[in-house]
């Protein structure tokens, strides 16, 4: 496995092995003892989860103010652009977010630590993204950053406006938004 720190180092891009042959191909996705040994971090995965959404699908930006969720993100079908945005005050890069393409052609995968936002957009006609999280969804904790906040000025590869959920629209600005200390 090959290991990429981004800008914001605790966000991490991880290419697994492929194995590829005539028959197709053999990835592993997450092996505990693989993960921690290239990244060095040791974490517990408690539930699974997999969306699927069509082209211009604008997901985010979602954290849990309590329970907050490390998130192991890959993509299955199609194409999306991935943004995490630190939510963390006592960290140097508070505010700021990193974004990268995720596709189920290039077998890539995200991880973000807890004490971030997340979200992304749909590139392609559509897309299945299945991640991993490190605590059990709580509604009652989850809050949304606004995408558009133009203090984060995240540049999104959107053509016209995103299709998004009505707690999307509701986003908060990040100068008004529930951090993490």
């Known amino acids: 496995m090959r290991v990429t720190r981004t800008a914001i180092p605790d966000v991490i891009i991880l290419e697994p092995k492929v194995f590829q042959d005539a028959r197709g191909f053999f990835v592993e996705n ?3 003892r693989s993960f ?4 060095g971090i040791d974490v517990d995965f408690v539930q699974d989860n997999h969306s699927r959404s069509g082209k211009g699908v604008l997901r985010g930006l979602h954290y849990q103010i309590k329970q907050p969720q490390g998130k192991l993100v890959r993509v299955t079908q199609g194409e999306i652009w991935d943004v995490a945005v630190d939510l963390r ?3 140097s890069t508070f505010g700021k977010w990193v974004a990268t393409p995720l596709s189920a052609d290039a077998k890539t995968i995200i991880w973000i630590p807890p004490g971030f936002a997340h979200g992304f957009v749909v590139k392609t006609q559509a ?13 009652e904790f989850e809050r949304t950053l606004l995408w558009s906040d133009p203090e984060l000025a995240i540049p999104w590869p959107l053509a016209g406006e ?14 008004e938004a529930d951090t993490y200390p």
């Open 89 to 91: 005050r006592s960290s």
């Open 30 to 32: 997450y092996n505990r």
């Open 162 to 175: 995103p299709l998004l959920a009505d707690k999307d629209r509701r986003g908060k600005l990040l100068a």
């Open 127 to 139: 897309a299945e993204v299945q991640y991993k999280t490190t605590d059990y969804y709580a509604p």
């Open 36 to 39: 921690r040994e290239a990244t």
